[in-house]
């Protein structure tokens, strides 16, 4: 079975609707299909409920998560809530690449050029046509990247 790296990729704010059992199906067939190493970018949203899904699967499978978090005190703006559950997870994590010091203009892109560069598949939740996702998902598509869309039918309005 070939292994690969899957970089994770989706929105800050999610519908109340989001469907957290596609998310966590959708992980675990990448794991069963030989995704060995994850990369998150450790943002509120999406990255952070990937992140919580994958540790619940690091019970029943073997693989390596690595947090890419673009600035050291990223987590400083985030609520109190989700910036407990980012300690947690990250502690739970393999290793943390951080990739600027400080807050820099362009450190998020930076962050999402390096996942998509070092990766083989994006997983993305991306609904519309701006933003760092949106602009994540066009870079892999020039590196010529596999993505895979939740919901599948990867409908971008």
């Known amino acids: 079975m070939k292994r690969f790296t899957c970089?994770?990729?989706g929105h800050r704010e999610l519908p109340a609707n989001f469907d957290n059992k596609l998310l966590y199906d959708t992980l675990e067939s990448l794991l069963i299909a030989g995704c060995d190493t994850f990369m998150c970018g450790m943002a509120e949203g999406?990255?952070?409920?990937?992140?919580?899904?994958?540790?619940?699967?690091?019970?029943?499978?073997?693989?390596?998560?690595?947090?890419c978090v673009p600035f050291e005190g990223q987590e400083r703006t985030f609520s109190e809530k989700n910036r407990q559950k980012y300690?947690?997870?990250?502690?739970?994590?393999?290793?943390e690449t951080v990739l600027f010091d400080a807050y820099r203009k362009g450190c998020f892109l930076a962050r999402d050029r390096y996942m998509v560069d070092l990766c083989d598949v994006v997983l993305a939740y991306?609904?519309?046509s701006t933003g760092g996702t949106y602009y994540t998902v066009s870079y892999a598509e020039s590196k010529r990247k596999q993505i895979r869309f939740l919901p599948p039918s990867g409908e971008i309005v």
């Open 126 to 128: 991306c609904t519309k």
């Open 46 to 67: 999406f990255d952070l409920l990937a992140l919580e899904l994958l540790i619940e699967l690091k019970d029943r499978y073997r693989f390596y998560v690595e947090a």
């Open 87 to 95: 300690f947690d997870l990250l502690a739970r994590c393999d290793r």
């Open 7 to 9: 970089a994770l990729t």
